[in-house]
């Protein structure tokens, strides 16, 4: 399942917009028409014109339902923070009148100019068209309030964080100020995207890094796991079950200096909090700004955002737990393999050969991880 582009869903016309536009386009297919007689000219023209009209209202209208993701067909975080920002069942609806338009508008399209093969003078043709841009007039004031809404929720659904759910995701969280961001900015490649949850004003950050052919994607969380249990709201808890869900790991920040705004037994608290919240996930525990903290207990994890101390070893931890880390071509050896001698000669009957190289490769991240062990002692 690939994550939904939010920032794609494109613009929403104004309901009147959309008859100028239909309607301007219209006429100009009607100064195309080239007819000697008048009475087959303006017959051609009026039905020229009701067919254009009906067909840019329709294509306007349908090319917004075709964009906007269909709900039901995305990961359960998506769904969880369209239902929070804008509302699942009123997305849906109103997308549903939309589309209903669209069908209306072409029948009334097919009707009128039904007619018009019937009629036998010129003002008969003139009139009806009149009558058919007047009933499409009327389907796009009827849809006006679903217009409107599309248009609003585009503006939310745009903030919306995108996240790739056949991707691992790492949630990263702790106190507010404990340098969730920062972390993310210097594990990311690139500039991460800023987004926003529903729930909350504060920004919050998406960035990616790729290792062997896979994206690893981290999140993080202001405003949604960084509060008391109590002060969360229904919406809220539905968002974190979500987040559960796309999380392949937790990534919980500890901060030791003085810059937290909450205390160290706050924040091991709030930990308590997440682990019980988000259970069935494993929860790395790392203590951020470590080029302010003079030493932490052996055996824990410490990383700085501001001089790198750490975070290539947590980037390992984070792909090691994910275990994610699956070589996709079974042949292919860590970048870091010894290259094979080639005066040794593979022992043993070439089925021996064959089941052993199997067997192999069948471990082969598991070897990977042998290695990265190895390559850290040696470091
Ligand atoms: N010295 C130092 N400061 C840091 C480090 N990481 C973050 N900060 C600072 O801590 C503050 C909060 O960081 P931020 O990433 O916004 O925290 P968030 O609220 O958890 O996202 C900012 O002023 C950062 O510059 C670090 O590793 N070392
Ligand atoms: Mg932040």
Redesign the pocket.
Known sequence: MASVEWRRIPTVLYPQEVLDKSFKRASKQSDLVEDPDKYHRVRKQMSRMVQASSDTIAETLLKWVDKWPSLNAQSSFDQALVDAAVGADEYRRNLGAIQWAAERVRSIAGESQSKMLRYRNIEAFHSERRHAYGRMSSIIDQISQNILWLGEARDILRKLPSIDASEPCIVVT?A????????ITVLSSGEPEVASYPFTTKRLHVGHFDHRRRTYQLV?T?GLLDRPMTERNQIEMQAIAALENIGDVVLF?LDLTE?SDMSLENQENLLAEVSDLLSDKEIIIVY?????IDEIEEGNMS?????GIGIEELRLKLIETIDADAVIDPLALPDDWPRVNEEIEPIGSPEEIAKRREKAEMHAPRWEREMQKKKKRRD
């Open positions: 702790g507010p100020n404990v340098g969730k961001s920062a972390l993080d202001p920040l810059d951020s700004k470590a080029d302010l990383v700085s955002s501001t001089t």
